[in-house]
Nanobody
Framework: HVQLVESGGEPVQAGGSLRLSCAAS????????MTWARQAPGKGLESVSS????????EYADSVKGRFTISRDNAKNTVYLQMDNLNSDDTALCYC???????WGQGTQVTVS
């Protein structure tokens, strides 16, 4: 069955960096569009960044452009989100999502103070 397991979320000070990872299994990872999404306390779900199957195209929310970088390693079935220059608005539960909102991980918490 499909599994998406996120890791890398932790408390960090403003201005700091984190790298989130999402290990995928149960499907042909290299064929699928992947997304990082987040939900901040009291706010709705936000699509943060997406990457096409061949990593040839990436997309970012305006709120993270220039600070976050999405990447993937199809040989390792893993998608990453490098998060730099974090601020308190980035505090959220971050989810790895596969195939345009079909498959979801359990989330990893990012807390910026």
């Amino acid at each position: 069955h499909v599994q998406l397991v996120e890791s890398g979320g932790e408390p960090v000070q403003a201005g700091g960096s984190l790298r989130l990872s999402c290990a995928a299994s149960g499907f042909t990872f290299s064929s699928y569009f992947m997304t990082w999404a987040r939900q901040a306390p009291g706010k709705g779900l936000e699509s943060v960044s997406s990457i096409y199957s061949d990593a040839g195209k990436t997309e970012y929310a305006d709120s993270v452009k220039g600070r976050f970088t999405i990447s993937r390693d199809n040989a390792k079935n893993t998608v990453y989100l490098q998060m730099d220059n974090l601020n308190s608005d980035d505090t959220a539960l971050c989810y790895c999502v596969g195939d345009a909102w079909t498959w979801w991980g359990q989330g990893t918490q990012v807390t910026v103070s």
